[in-house]
Nanobody, 124 residues
Framework: QVQLVESGGGLVQAGDSLRLSCAAS????????MTWFRQAPGKEREFVAH????????TYADSVKGRFTISRDNAKNTVYLQMNSLKPEDTAIYYC?????????????????WGQGTQVTVSS
């Protein structure tokens, strides 16, 4: 069992930056590739970014490419999402997630573990 706890959300203005954190516990963090998702009001949950077990590989949704950066610190059991040049359409609850088998949790492969989410609101 893996426990995930997100933090760092808040209310910001368009153009501002935020850094989200997701702290993991329960198992060896470096076994898991990690993924950020988000869900806006009235919309389905969507993929945002993924980072490999070592941090050497990253993938982004087109909507955030060039603005968001995912990273991880395996010594701190934490994955981050640096969000720059925020837009009102980035407003959503942001979740980190991973699979029990450690494989990438996106592109048709559902996560097994989810955090509780952190709210990001971007005003225009």
């Amino acid at each position: 069992q893996v426990q995930l706890v997100e933090s760092g959300g808040g209310l910001v203005q368009a153009g501002d930056s935020l850094r989200l954190s997701c702290a993991a516990s329960g198992h060896t963090f470096s076994r898991y590739s990690m993924t950020w998702f988000r869900q806006a009001p009235g919309k389905e949950r969507e993929f945002v970014a993924h980072v490999s077990r070592t941090g050497g590989g990253t993938t982004y949704a087109d909507s955030v490419k060039g603005r968001f950066t995912i990273s991880r610190d395996n010594a701190k059991n934490t994955v981050y999402l640096q969000m720059n040049s925020l837009k009102p359409e980035d407003t959503a609850i942001y979740y980190c997630a991973c699979r029990a088998d450690g494989a990438a949790a996106y592109n048709g492969r559902d996560p097994d573990y989810w955090g509780q989410g952190t709210q990001v609101t971007v005003s225009s």
